[in-house]
């Protein structure tokens, strides 16, 4: 995007997945758009712009919050965690694990939503019963999988997350 | 979509705050959790050149509670109001109607206080502010001043709030002794706003050694235009707290007057509100104590 307004920019910096960022952006950027935008971290998706679809839910401060409901300049002193912050193709973070076992993408467009926040919530309730599972997942659209499987994953990250925090000779985490 | 270009500004202090809405004001809104705000910028249904985020306002992020009330600052979040047990052990109602409230992505930013000053005629916590008799405390560049619930809400999005005022807290009042509370609604999808929600507040006696009810009201979601009470005691005092509580279809009837639209029609929304009316009452005398 370029800038074409009245020429009032502002410095602003936004720690994302530990590393703190300064760009000089417009007050209406949005969160999504700076961590899109600005840091080219594309693992958040934007679907809606409205609050409603739940694909660009980040982690503000560990809690799920929608990044397109929040403009960069307000984000200054938080810490932001997207997908990326959440594990790598080698490490992945319990919920990536459990997508990718219960097979609970297909396009993969909600996924990143997903998957923070199921794991704001697993932190909340690490032994949720399935109904609390589908509740956790109530604000996500998926257009895709019609949730049964994704349902499935919420249960299975919980599982894998309490696999991984007791402690085993090895202790490896994939 | 993207909003349109504004100015922001970030105040520290209530004084900073109210300076510069008494400035800007009149060409500018206040910026809390921005879940109502930011949609409609972002859909340019508005496009005002001044955001006053209050966010960064020092003193405005508590919860205090008090023998006679919950005092909500402006920049509590929902789910810090929905968690707080000190608040919940003294007026369950609060939590009871905010997990209908949206989704917890959406309670960890949307405040309290910004759904009542936005006046969604969908929004639960205008109802439950009502329904305790509540308080709002507003202050401005003319100095500040308390407008009681009932008489803040004017229509749809609209409140007796000026264009240059902000509203620092709201008072929930905390109900009688013996008061018994249940919120219930019905939406499509879990956290969706509601088809039609009741919250009730039912007075129980327990004097005769038996539990019977001595009153009830309701306030209820996305059937009125503004937040009304339902006086419902006519037809609920004397009975005991296990009672079926048929005989409230016509009082709940004459107190709403629900609109249409692509998901119900006028009818089904009475039909719904009298039904979840029962439901609650039943909720509130089995299982809610204040
Ligand atoms: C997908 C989605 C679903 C939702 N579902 C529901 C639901 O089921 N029920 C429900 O009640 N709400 C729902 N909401 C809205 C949510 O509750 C908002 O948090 C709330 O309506 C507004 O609070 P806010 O802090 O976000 O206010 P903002 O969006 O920042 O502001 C809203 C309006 O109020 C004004 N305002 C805010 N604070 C003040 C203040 N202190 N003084 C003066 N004016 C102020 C603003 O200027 C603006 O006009 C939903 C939102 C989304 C995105
Ligand atoms: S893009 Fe933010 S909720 Fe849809
Ligand atoms: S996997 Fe395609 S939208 Fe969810």
Redesign the pocket.
């Known amino acids: 995007m370029t800038d074409i307004d009245q020429g009032t920019t502002v410095d602003v910096t936004v720690t994302v997945n530990g590393i703190a960022h300064t760009r000089t952006v417009e007050p209406r950027r949005l969160l999504s758009d700076f961590i899109r935008h600005d840091l080219r971290l594309t693992g958040t998706h934007v679907g809606c712009e ?3 679809c739940g694909a660009c839910t980040v982690l503000v401060d560990g809690k799920p919050m ?1 990044s397109c ?1 929040m403009f960069a300049v307000s984000a200054e002193d938080m810490e932001i965690t997207t997908v990326e912050g959440l594990g790598t193709q080698d490490a992945m973070g319990p919920v990536q694990q459990a997508f990718v076992e219960c097979h609970g993408l297909q396009c993969g467009f909600c996924t990143p939503g997903f998957v923070t926040t199921i794991t704001a919530f697993i932190e909340e309730n690490p032994d949720p019963t399935s109904e609390e599972a589908r509740e956790a997942i109530s ?1 996500n659209l998926c257009r895709c999988t019609g949730y049964q499987n994704i349902c499935k994953a919420v249960l299975r990250a919980a599982e894998i997350n309490r696999e991984r925090a007791t402690p085993t000779e090895g202790g490896d985490p994939a | 979509m993207k909003p349109a270009p504004f100015v922001h500004h970030g105040p520290r202090t209530l004084d900073e705050a109210v300076a510069v809405l008494g400035e800007v004001g009149h060409d500018g ?12 910028l972002n859909m340019r249904l ?1 496009q005002p050149a001044h955001l ?1 985020d ?1 966010n960064r306002v020092a003193g ?1 992020d508590t919860v205090t509670v008090t023998d006679s009330h919950v005092r909500v600052g ?2 509590v ?2 789910a810090e109001l929905e968690k707080h047990d000190e608040a919940y052990a003294v007026l369950p109602l609060l939590r009871q109607a905010l997990l ?4 917890p992505a ?2 960890n ?12 005629a ?5 109802s439950v502010l009502v329904l305790t008799q509540g308080v709002i405390e ?1 202050v401005g560049p003319r100095g500040r001043r308390e407008v009681a619930a009932l008489e803040f809400f004017e229509g749809p ?1 609209q409140t007796v ?1 000026e264009a240059d ?4 807290a709201v008072r929930f009042a905390r109900f009688a002794p013996g008061t018994r509370t249940a919120f219930l609604e019905s ?1 499509r999808r879990s ?4 088809v039609a929600g009741v919250g009730v507040a039912v007075d129980v006696s327990t004097d005769s050694g038996e539990a019977v009810v001595t009153g009830a009201r309701a306030a209820y ?1 996305s059937v009125t235009d503004i937040p009304v009470v339902v006086d419902l005691t006519d037809a609920v005092a004397g009975q005991p707290v296990s009672s079926v509580w048929d005989g409230v279809d016509e009082l709940v009837q004459a107190g709403i007057a629900p609109e249409a639209d692509i998901h119900a029609s006028s009818e089904y929304r009475r039909m719904l509100a009298a039904e979840l009316t029962r439901r609650a009452l039943t909720r509130a005398t089995t299982e809610g104590t204040a």
Do not use: F, N
């Open positions: 409205h609050g409603v929608r409901l604000g | 809104k206040v910026l809390a959790g921005g879940q109502s705000l930011i949609p409609v508005a006053v209050i405005l402006a920049t979040r929902h209908c409230v949206a989704h959406i309670r930013r949307g405040t309290t206080v910004g759904s009542i000053a936005h006046a969604d969908a929004g639960e916590m205008p507003v999005l709030l005022e902000l509203v620092e939406a956290g969706d706003y509601a979601v």
